[in-house]
């Protein structure tokens, strides 16, 4: 693993800007490393590790930089819930732990240094000096991943009877003997016009 500041480095450069966000991204998935034992997550220990994200703000990305899980691989799982938090699982021992960061971190920093008014100034500093326990709790869960969740998973693909479009990965609905996409089932984010 690389140190706090290389990974601020990187995250800045890749992200575009260095902000609070990120910093506490950064320390979220160093500390969800360091639990697992996960010493060197882009090199040797590449496929040992999957995580699932919480929110899809700043932190998200410094979460995808340190862990090297991207979307693209399948390693990286979204989940829509607003918070800021993920889930980190080894695959190599079945090991996975929730780290979230504490709802009182934003008062703690104000306490730390009310002499910086800007919030996100405010923030990025506390966010670099406070403890791992001021800043998060800590969870061992157990997250059951099936086959088609894997990273390497190949499978059938499937056509939807009613769009015709190819479906990966069991996505598809079964309903009154129909195969269907998540959109024709009426899962639907958008209204074809
Ligand atoms: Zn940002
Ligand atoms: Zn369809």
Redesign the pocket.
Known sequence: MKSLDEYLDDAGHAHGHLCAGQVLGVRLAMLGLRKLEIDDPHGQDRKRLVTFVEIDRCATDAVALVTGCRLGKRALKFRDWGKMAATFVDQSSGRAVRIAARESSKQLARKRHPEIADKNQQQMLAYREMSDDDLFDVQWVRVTLTPEDMPGYKGERIV??????G?NFHREIRREGRV??????GERYYEPQ
């Open positions: 939807c009877e009613q769009c015709g479009e479906i269907l996409c998540r959109g024709c089932a």
